[in-house]
């Protein structure tokens, strides 16, 4: 797989925020069927200045939910990186915002 294909969005919220700034982890939704090598060679080749030092994975189950009497909802499973990154390395993810 490509790199474009296996790394999907990085996730954006008060908590990851708080990870990148205090202990050098990002986190990315990744694609269901990468696993830790090959999301670890996906980062480093997105970001060639940048050395992971771990990968951590979970995977999210599909969840069903049912609204009224006959709506059934159906939000999809997906999988989550959290990558730890070598003291001093940094990644911009709103570069030329």
Request: charged share 30%; glycine share 4%; hydrophobic share 40%.
């Amino acid at each position: 797989m490509h790199w474009r294909e296996i790394i999907r969005r990085p996730v954006i919220t008060e908590k990851s925020d708080y990870m990148a700034g205090t202990y050098n982890q990002y986190t990315f939704v990744v694609d269901s069927r990468a696993n830790k090598m090959q999301i670890k060679e996906a980062i480093e080749l997105a970001w060639p200045d940048v050395e992971v030092e771990k990968v951590r994975v979970m995977n999210f189950p599909a969840k069903r939910a049912r609204r009224w009497r006959r709506l059934t909802i159906r939000k999809p499973g997906y999988k989550k990186a959290v990558v730890t990154l070598a003291p001093g390395d940094t990644i911009d993810l709103f570069e030329g915002v």
